[in-house]
């Protein structure tokens, strides 16, 4: 049994086939078949069951799934602390980032972490909460930005505590409150998020929680767009204020929301007890100065 075939194996099941696999893999399809069988000749074992229109894992590949997993990731970990330690300066930062907010947050940070540190390359995946705690428990990447999860699963360094701000067209019959509380909404179409986040668990919770369930008038992943949607006359976004006040435009309000006061708590997380390398480390360190600088001190 190989690391290779481990690898193998896990993209094929990740990938939903042997065909999408070879992308990620670099390799043809015959030759990730026969490394899968050579893993289930070794092992004495059937892992996939090939026989249906989609492959299925047999009972014993779940179980071969999860430890080849956790030895990916040890792997790949221990690789990491010994880069640290014969290349000082030099490495790689396996990062995600929200999609939400990526570009009034992060765009400076980012180009500021790579003037200092030019020899360390970075592989940056971005998304919603949801994805970033996968990718994150799996070892696809050292640290990944989301709302503060509520799991012993992770550590986590906040950066970012906002309220969120309700954006309207500026022909909606609220647009000239000064303020707004969430049940005000309830007639009006909300503007959500894609199903990666987090953040609509959390709204359409505090909607049931003052009474009433939206009535759904789009999704999306991209800010500007939810907000263009607002601006058409399709329903309200609720937005953290720092990305609001960027993306404000003349044909669309921003109003504070209250009651209750939602809030965009973000933060960078890593698998608890897991080795941090000196890259993300370094991350880490800069978003602290950033975080200082733009909010000032962020409750934890």
């Not at 329903?235 to 209250?258: C, E, F, H, M, S």
């Amino acid at each position: 049994m190989e690391f290779k075939q481990l690898r193998m194996f896990v993209e094929v099941v990740r990938q939903g086939g042997f065909t999408a696999s070879t992308r990620v893999l670099h390799a043809t399809q015959s030759t990730v078949s026969k490394q899968i069988a050579h893993l289930e000749q070794s092992l004495g074992l059937r892992l996939l069951d090939r026989t249906g229109p989609a492959l299925q894992l047999t009972d014993a590949g779940h179980v071969v799934l999860k430890h080849a997993e956790h030895i990916l990731r040890q792997h790949r970990e221990m690789l990491t602390e010994l880069d640290d330690l014969a290349r000082l300066g030099q490495g790689q930062l396996r990062v995600g980032l929200p999609i939400l907010g990526a570009e009034t947050l992060f765009a400076a940070p980012f180009s500021l972490y790579r003037k200092r540190y030019p020899q360390i390359t970075v592989h940056l995946v971005e998304g919603g909460s949801k994805l970033m705690e996968e990718l994150v428990i799996k070892g696809d990447i050292e640290i990944g930005g989301c709302l503060t999860p509520n799991d012993p699963s992770f550590d986590y360094q906040p950066f970012c505590n906002e309220p969120l701000d309700a954006v309207l067209s500026c022909i909606h019959p609220l647009a000239n409150r000064p303020r707004l509380a969430l049940a005000e909404l309830a007639a009006t179409p909300f503007l959500l998020y894609q199903q990666s986040y987090t953040l609509n668990d959390r709204l359409l919770q505090a909607c049931r929680e003052a009474g009433f369930t939206p009535q759904e008038g789009g999704r999306s992943g991209q800010a500007d767009f939810l907000i263009a949607l607002a601006a058409a006359g399709q329903g309200v976004v609720l937005l953290p204020r720092i990305v609001a006040q960027k993306l404000i435009r003349p044909d669309v309000v921003r109003i504070p929301l209250t009651q209750p006061d939602l809030r965009w708590d973000a933060s960078f997380i890593w698998r608890r007890g897991a080795y941090l390398s000196r890259a993300a480390r370094a991350w880490l360190d800069l978003m602290q100065e950033v975080s200082l600088e733009q909010f000032g001190k962020l409750d934890t």
